[in-house]
């Protein structure tokens, strides 16, 4: 409240930034417990008909199941275009997975900017109130309490800001692990896949 009505905002900024938190955080973990228990069921079967089984049941929840479908339903022999199916539906899955960073980062770096804007505000204040007293009556107590009121704004916007960019890039780093570990996946299955053409 002694801030001003900008840390009004910074706490409207600080709720938006934790909600997208909290959902991309639950996104990735739903999706990768999906990929990780496909993948189990996956690993103990070697025959194509059987993985098409489970593709239906456990795969369309899963974007490495979507990504997996495209290969092993497959209308087409042309591997190059089944690759480049598989890696549509990749980027579409991670596209939807990303919805949200952008605000993330947007919010991450204008909570700072918002502290800062709110400490310029007090000191134009404090400097006025200054002129208004005139230059033989000013209160050093009262121009020390101005600027430290000036300055709550600037250490909110920090303490909203420094902890987003810390899950912002945590979470940047979680989607890339996921989207390799997928790849890693998808190129393992083509191997298998090839060799279950190969024999039959």
């Keep these: 409240m002694r801030g001003g009505f900008l840390m009004y905002v910074l706490v409207a900024i600080s709720v938006v930034i934790i909600a997208i938190v909290i959902e991309k955080y639950y996104q990735i973990h739903k999706v990768r417990k999906a990929n990780e228990k496909l993948s189990f069921y996956l690993a103990q079967q070697d025959k194509p008909e059987n993985i098409r089984a489970i593709l239906r049941i456990h795969g369309q929840s899963s974007p ?5 479908d495209k290969l092993y339903n497959a209308d087409t022999d042309d591997i190059k275009l089944i690759q480049e199916s598989m890696e549509a539906v990749g980027n579409r899955e991670l596209h939807n997975l990303e919805k949200g960073m952008d605000w993330l980062s947007t919010l991450s770096t204008i909570a700072p900017l918002v502290g800062f804007l709110g400490t310029v505000i007090g000191m134009v204040q404090v400097f006025m109130n200054i002129q208004g007293q005139g230059q033989n009556t000013v ?5 020390a309490g101005g600027i430290w009121v000036a300055l ?3 250490v909110g916007g920090l303490v909203v800001g420094i902890p987003s960019i810390i899950f912002y890039n945590n979470l940047v780093q979680k989607l890339d692990d996921l989207a390799k570990d997928m790849q890693h996946e998808v190129m393992e299955h083509e191997i298998r896949y090839r060799k ?3 024999k039959a």
């Design 64 to 68: 490495l199941g979507l990504m997996l």
């Design 139 to 143: 209160d050093i107590s009262t121009l």
């Design 152 to 154: 709550l704004t600037t």
């Design 196 to 198: 279950m053409l190969e």
